[in-house]
Structure formats: structure tokens, C-alpha cells
């Protein structure tokens, strides 16, 4: 994603159809949606602009066949940044949405990052 922006491109768009066509396929999967952003801004910002994020990523899915009843979304905000301040190629790794499917007893079905 780009600095505080929540957009999802086409390109990406794409790839997140599948992945949702592909989960609405299997069955009883859960499909666990994590956004995360870079360390600067304000920290309730950071948080609130991760939500945004993973609710564009979740309702790409949903759009694609995922049933909202096996949909998770977490917001982590800043909390998991590994950059070191002032890092500003390390921070486009933490601006990110995590998708992962697991089946129900547990195993990882697919995993999908943004």
C-alpha cells in the first residue's frame, strides 16, 4: 500500500478474487484478514488506517464467493513494525494485509500477502 492509503490496485483486485474464489471453493475454511501499517503518524491513525486496509482486502473477498460468517479482520496498526526509524524502504513491508486460510482442524489451506 501506499503511505497512508488504503486502496486496493486492479492488479491486486485480481489476485484477491482468486484467492476469494478459491475460499468460497473449499468448503468450511476461515479466512483471517490482518492489516498492518508503517510505524509513522499518530498510532490511533496507524490503527484505524490498518482496519481500512484489511476491510478493502475483506470485501474483495467477499465480492469473490467468501460467506462473511468465515471472515476475520484484525487491525494491527503499528504494533508488529520491524523498521528502523526513518526506514522508508522498510516501511512498505509494514504496510500490508495478510489473508490466511486454514481449514477447520487447524491446517493452513493458503496463504496470501499484500
Known amino acids: 500500500f501506499r503511505t497512508g492509503d488504503a486502496t486496493i490496485s486492479e492488479e491486486d483486485a485480481a489476485r484477491l478474487r ?14 483471517y484478514v490482518a492489516g498492518y501499517a508503517d510505524p ?7 490503527a484505524q488506517l490498518s482496519e481500512e486496509r484489511a476491510n478493502a482486502v475483506a470485501h474483495v473477498l467477499m465480492a469473490a464467493g467468501v460467506d462473511p460468517s468465515r471472515l476475520e479482520v484484525e ?8 523498521s528502523a ?3 522508508v524502504d522498510g516501511y512498505a513491508f509494514d504496510r500490508r494485509v495478510v489473508v490466511r486460510i486454514e481449514q477447520p482442524e487447524g491446517g493452513l489451506a493458503a ?3 499484500k
Open 75 to 82: 487491525a494491527h496498526g503499528e504494533s508488529t513494525s520491524t
Open 111 to 113: 496463504y496470501f500477502r
Open 40 to 46: 509513522r503518524g499518530p498510532e490511533h491513525l496507524n
Open 18 to 31: 482468486k484467492v476469494g474464489a478459491l475460499a468460497g471453493a473449499l468448503g468450511q475454511v476461515k479466512v
Open 85 to 87: 526509524e526513518g526506514d
